[in-house]
């Protein structure tokens, strides 16, 4: 005869068995169950990505308010635009004005590698209350450097043309990608910011924004923010991923623990997804891209010339800069931004739709849309 002692530890024994059993020979359960698996899924009770967390109602100025904010951050809105493009930016400016800044008055940076007209200046600063200050860039920040090797980095221009890339025969655009990769944070205009909201012609804001974006990047300490995120055209960047590598591999101190890693990658980093933040909107901190990591970085990529002889976009760059050298809690997706570039938009959905009385149509939304690398931005979370 067992007495119950003996028994109630057999039954014991024999789950323990079974769990031990399963564990080696079912993945999936033995994933389910492991130790840090358990504990880490006690330590994130909720675990989902911070933007489903609203932002708190102390950010938010009411409606309607025309009165300067008590509290401000050290930001300014930065548009690198040419003489043609002033209609285009007037429209985004003007949407920019209405929707947020009319109440925010945060100041505006232009910049170009040719000087403003006059006539640019002169419409530009009716459209705002707000400081604006013009730029010339410095054509060594600007044109291609005299150690590209021009026969090279043409005949690479007229492969992509052959082959269509958008932009593939272009100098002036890969001269525009390598100065938002590694420039626009050093021109003198921006020294004086810590925060930059960038803006590009013709765009869209659908929504009002009641609430101050770059004090919530300051108070939470983030340094990347966007609105869109999708895959690259592999055609532009065949040989950036290795570069990438190359560089993590001899400067494995400069990434971050808790980087964002798995939003560029699939398998652990062998080999690059082609995900990025959509840079032609980024509400961002100007002192990340000057820091060491992201400035050695830049250096690195830009002695490989792949800028010229490829057509490394500032989105890949950027991103990739972002989810290493940053912790993934601090790369932000600003759900309750409407914007659309051209051709994808993102149309906020349910109370932030309502709340920011956006007048996109809901349905017409990218973000989990087959092109849209935003559900690998929510994995990093769960
Ligand atoms: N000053 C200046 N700005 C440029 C030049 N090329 C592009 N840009 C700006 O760079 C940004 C990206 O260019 P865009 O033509 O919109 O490229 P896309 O969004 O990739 O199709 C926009 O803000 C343009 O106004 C250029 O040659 N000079
Ligand atoms: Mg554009």
């Not at 940076?109 to 209350?129: G, M, R, W, Y």
């Not at 990608?177 to 021109?187: A, I, P």
């Not at 921006?190 to 929504?207: A, G, N, S």
């Not at 993934?328 to 349910?350: A, L, M, S, T, V």
Request: proline content about 7%; charged content about 25%.
């Amino acid at each position: 005869m067992m007495t119950p002692m003996r028994y109630i530890l057999l039954v014991l024994g024999m789950i323990i068995s079974l769990h031990y059993i399963m564990s080696f020979s079912h993945e999936g359960y033995g994933n389910m169950t492991s130790i840090t698996r358990l504990t880490e899924k006690l330590a994130k009770p909720n675990a989902e990505p911070p933007y489903r967390t609203p932002v708190p109602e102390d950010y938010y100025k009411p409606t309607g308010s025309p009165s300067s904010p008590d509290r401000k951050a050290n930001a300014t809105f930065v548009m690198l635009v040419r003489n043609s493009d002033l209609t285009g930016i007037m429209s985004s400016m003007r949407q920019l004005e209405d929707r947020f800044n009319r109440k925010f008055n945060y100041p505006y940076v232009f910049l170009n590698e040719q000087p403003f007209s006059d006539d640019f200046k002169k419409h530009i600063t009716a459209l705002t209350d707000a400081p604006v200050e013009f730029g010339l860039i410095p054509a060594e920040d600007w044109y291609q450097p005299d150690w590209i090797d021009e026969d090279r980095a043409t005949k690479a221009r007229e492969d992509m043309v052959r082959e269509n890339v958008i932009y593939g025969g272009s100098v002036p655009y890969r001269n525009m990608c390598r100065f938002n990769s590694g420039f626009f944070y050093k021109q003198e205009l921006l020294q004086k910011y810590k925060y930059y909201w960038r803006v590009e012609p013709d765009v869209k804001f659908f929504c009002d924004l009641d609430y101050d974006p770059f004090l919530v990047m300051q108070d939470e300490k983030k340094v990347y923010g966007f609105t869109v995120s999708l895959f690259e055209y592999p055609t532009t960047i065949p040989t950036l991923w290795n570069s990438v590598k190359e560089f993590i591999n001899s400067n494995p101190t400069l990434v971050s623990p808790d980087n964002a890693m798995a939003f560029l990658s699939d398998d652990g980093g062998e080999s690059y997804n082609r995900c990025h933040f959509w840079s032609n909107f980024e509400i961002g901190d100007l002192d990340f891209w000057r820091d060491v990591p992201y400035s050695k970085f830049f250096d690195f990529l830009d002695e490989k010339g792949g800028f010229y002889y490829e057509r490394w976009g500032d989105a890949p760059v950027h991103s990739i800069g972002a989810a290493l050298f940053a912790r993934k809690d601090q790369i932000h997706f600003f759900n309750d931004i409407g914007y659309r570039h051209e051709p994808f938009q993102h149309c906020p959905q349910g109370d932030a739709n309502s709340r920011g009385r956006c007048w996109c149509d809901p349905t017409q939304n990218f973000d989990y849309e087959w092109y849209s690398c935003l559900n690998k931005y929510d994995k990093l979370f769960s």
